[in-house]
């Protein structure tokens, strides 16, 4: 082997170690991401969970502080059909009243 091929080897060694060398830093640096991205996640579902949790928090604060309203409301749709039917039993009433002084003194 003269001097010129084994200067080729070596150059072509010193490549090959630069270029593992290049391929390491950038495995290392993806690793780096790969954490970092792994600890993202991890906080993004942590915070997942706590609005969802204050979302129930919430629902359950909007429907107890809805329940007496809806409950007066249920109540005086209540009343109201209350009223409506005393109307209709008053006016069957008069009306049945009406219709016997008609008979009775207009035929």
């Known amino acids: 082997m003269s001097g010129h091929d084994l ?3 070596y150059n072509r060694l010193g490549k090959l170690e630069a270029s593992t060398d290049e391929v390491l ?3 290392r640096a993806l690793f780096v991401k790969l954490d ?3 600890k993202d996640m991890h906080e993004i579902g942590g915070v997942a969970k706590e609005a969802v949790r204050q ?3 919430n629902k359950d604060a ?3 502080e809805l329940r007496p309203v809806v409950d007066d409301y249920k109540a005086l749709k209540n009343r109201g059909l209350g009223v409506i ?3 209709g039993l008053i006016g069957s009433g008069a009306g049945i009243v009406a219709a016997k002084m008609y ?3 207009l035929t």
Do not use: H, T
Request: aromatic share 4%.
């Open 36 to 38: 970092q991205q792994r």
């Open 62 to 64: 909007i429907a107890n």
């Open 85 to 87: 039917a005393v109307v």
């Open 55 to 57: 979302a129930n928090q």
């Open 103 to 105: 008979d009775k003194f």
């Open 7 to 9: 200067n080729d080897v």
């Open 25 to 27: 830093r950038q495995l």
